[in-house]
């Protein structure tokens, strides 16, 4: 069965920093896109951050580009999204999602098949 396993979130002030990790089990990791989705309250998912796994091209959102790095660790079927001068505007619950890899629009829910639970991240004053 296909598993996706987000953890790291929480409560951080405005400035500081945050590791999201996700834990893939139940497919071949090395063949599958990752990607990080924000939903905020109120609001539809957006796109955060993803990696390509079959090719190691990785993708942001403009507004986010030189604050949030995306990783792969193969050996442990994990992906690491490390946020940076953390701002209230990136306050939501992060997903993980996963679809293989190849030509994908990766900032469209629709494109993934699978999905983690969700992780709250909130960002305060």
């Known amino acids: 069965e296909v598993q996706l396993v987000e953890s790291g979130g929480g409560l951080v002030q405005a400035g500081g920093s945050l590791r999201l990790s996700c834990a893939a089990s139940?497919?071949?990791?090395?063949?599958?896109?990752i990607t990080w989705f924000r939903q905020a309250p109120g609001k539809g998912r957006e796109g955060v951050s993803s990696?390509?796994?079959?090719?190691?091209?990785?993708y942001y959102a403009d507004s986010l580009k030189g604050r949030f790095t995306i990783s792969s660790d193969n050996a442990k079927n994990t992906v690491t999204l490390l946020m940076n001068s953390l701002k209230t505007e990136n306050t939501g619950v992060y997903y993980c999602a996963a679809r293989p890899g190849g030509r994908y629009y990766w900032g469209l829910v629709v494109e993934y098949d699978y999905w983690g639970q969700g992780n709250q991240v909130t960002v305060s004053l």
């Open positions: 990696i390509n796994n079959s090719n190691g091209k990785s």
């Open positions: 139940g497919f071949t990791f090395d063949d599958y896109a």
